[in-house]
């Protein structure tokens, strides 16, 4: 090929680059280091689309307009990092419950609290799997390279509409303030998923929570189906209802749409599994240094495989389970104090060692910190 | 006007009545009043959408025959924001209540009315926070009781058209669940402004805020809402000292300002529409 489109591009305008290829129109948010430029830029490029930015007073309130942009139709985004990843738990819940597809972005910091602002973290990982109150499934991807933050946004806009949820894209500073050459693919290469929208004859009887289906179709305000939705339990109408037996068959429809198509929604990456003595799972911008580190044992003679978790959660249950076998450990090397790893101990713990090579001092996991740990375990 | 039936068969969910309010309740007035504005003024019913947050106020969308969101309490602005930008087409009208709309919700109240984005607000005003049982809210009067207030309430209280005039609502009104009539045409008034309105509409809670504070039952608190209320133009040509105490009730403002969605649009017509 030879008119390729390439661009030096950071993280953080990858994933709006990615998103206006998927269809987004609508962003609304508040701005937080390190996850601004998003904001930014798509407060340039969303109006040349026809699409509209808005700057909410929070980002409770950015979560919440998101959510309405939605259900009037749009594909929408917002943007965060930590501290605003906690004031939108409140609304996220919401969105979950009424199952309003949007795609929330995480450019995480060192926390607890307004923490280190520049410093790059992976803090948020056990917050986007619990940080709402309640039980319902997540979805969280988290990119280790720009041409993969341009790519996981789209996928994060598909599984968003087809599964009708929101889905977390979690950045590390690392990727969202990183600058790499990428090549933009070509629209007509890219796989676009747009809602199942009802048609006009199910305007009388429109079920906008029809438990007969997996995931419910969904119309947008304004088309004449005129639908309710709430944050209560609610019946296939979207009426309130505190049956039991209504919320058990919501709950178990809510949860089974993620868990019972596993397949389509689990991405990871995997090197020299094959043939391995040990095992380094890692994601998003601790990936780089894990495998540069890899690399370089294996030219000592070690045989170390790497497993790359694209998809956060739901968390890649058999895969890992399967490695656990062959080898006597894993490492789990993570920007926090061990948030990914317990995870890992308790799928692997049965067949395995599973140690934490853990940071969170601000500075991320260096090569040569892997390499250690590496000398540490073989 | 219509009659409240065919009222009833336009506007609202008939196999969802009849509502959960209280016998007394004022929010049934203030809601029929909502659902006369609209008939009136003849607007798509397919194009209206009744967005709230959480309350007993709130839960007035769900019996309404529109596009209706109950939302997360405080946040109904926040929800109605990203509606009405995402599709200006719709009529968008938050319900709330004093608690809702100016405690926790209080932030978007005053954003909403600065950025003057074409919303219409109802606050249903009852003084304390009803749903969860009578606490007291920041309408609640300084001295009256609340069972968070056992001993008198020691906050001062908003005034919640002067909070929103103040913010930049272009639109503002109070009127009363008494002065049913008089509110109604002020909702009209406040749907037909082309930026953020917001009506007042004080309510009685004769189940907590009555109880507490003895004012009686509801016919009582109503003949109480004729006594201590006086018309904005009335009030005009009264003494000062006659004035004293009284809730005045009309409206406050009504001004043409850009709105928001409008100056949005503008810049993406200059990269959308090519000449
Ligand atoms: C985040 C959150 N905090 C608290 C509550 C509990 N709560 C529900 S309604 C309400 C107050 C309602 O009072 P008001 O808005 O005045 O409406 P009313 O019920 O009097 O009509 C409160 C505090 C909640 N649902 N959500
Ligand atoms: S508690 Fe008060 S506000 Fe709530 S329904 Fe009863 S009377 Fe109305």
Known sequence: ?378 | MAVASKLLENNFRMNRLPHIWCPGCGHGIIMRGIAEAIENLGYDKQKVCIISGIGCSSRAPGYMDFNTLHTTHGRALAFATGVKLANPDLKVIVVSGDGDATAIGGNHLIHAARRNIDITTIVFNNNIYGMTGGQYSPTTPHNDLGTTAPYGNVDNVFDICRLAEGAGATYVARGTVYHAKQLEKNIESALENKGFSLVEGVSICPTYYGRKNRKGDAAEMMINLKETTLDKKVAAKLPAEKKEGKLIIGEFVNKAQPEFCEEYHKIVDKFTKGD
């Open chain 1, 1 to 378: 090929m030879v008119n390729k489109n390439l661009k030096l591009m950071q993280g953080n305008e990858a994933c709006v680059e990615g998103a206006l290829a998927a269809g987004m129109k609508f962003f609304a948010g508040y701005p937080i280091t390190p996850s601004t430029e998003i904001a930014e830029i798509s407060a340039q490029r969303l109006p040349r689309v026809g699409g509209k930015f808005i700057q909410m007073e929070d980002e409770i309130a950015g979560m919440a307009a998101t959510i309405g942009g939605s259900l009037a139709g749009l594909k929408s985004m917002t943007a965060t990092s930590g501290p605003g990843f906690s004031l939108k738990q409140e609304n996220i819940g919401y969105a979950m419950l009424t199952e309003i597809p949007c795609v929330v972005v995480d450019v995480q910091r060192g926390g607890p609290s307004t923490g280190l602002p520049t410093a790059p973290s992976q803090s948020d990982v056990m917050q986007a799997k619990w940080g709402t109150h309640g039980d319902h499934p997540v979805i969280a991807l988290s990119p280790s390279s720009i041409r993969e933050t341009y790519d996981l946004t789209i996928q994060a806009f598909n599984l968003a509409e087809k599964y009708r949820t929101p889905v977390f894209l979690m950045l590390d500073e690392v990727i969202g303030h990183m600058r790499e050459k990428i090549e933009i693919p070509d629209p007509s290469d890219i796989e676009i998923f747009n809602r199942i929208t009802p048609d006009e004859s199910e305007k009388s009887d429109y079920k906008a929570y029809d438990n007969s289906l997996e995931v419910p179709k969904m119309a947008a305000f304004g088309e004449g189906f005129k639908f309710h939705v709430t944050g209560l339990m609610h019946d296939e109408f979207g009426f309130p209802k505190n049956d039991p037996t209504v919320t058990e068959i919501l709950m178990s429809r809510i949860m089974g749409k993620i868990e019972n198509n596993l397949e389509d929604i689990l991405l990871y990456d995997e090197y020299y599994t094959e043939d391995m003595d040990l095992l380094i799972l890692s994601y998003g911008g601790t990936f780089r240094s894990v495998m540069s580190a890899v690399r370089e044992a294996q030219r000592s003679g070690k045989k170390v495989g790497v497993f790359k978790a694209k998809t956060l959660w739901p968390f890649p249950e058999k895969r890992v389970k399967e490695l656990s076998k062959k080898v006597d450990n894993i490492i789990v090397a993570e920007m926090n104090l061990g948030q990914y790893y317990y995870e890992v101990d308790r799928i692997a713990r049965n067949n395995c060692e599973v140690s934490l090579l853990g940071k969170a001092n601000g500075e991320p996991i260096t090569p040569t910190e892997v390499l250690k740990k590496i000398k540490e375990v073989l």
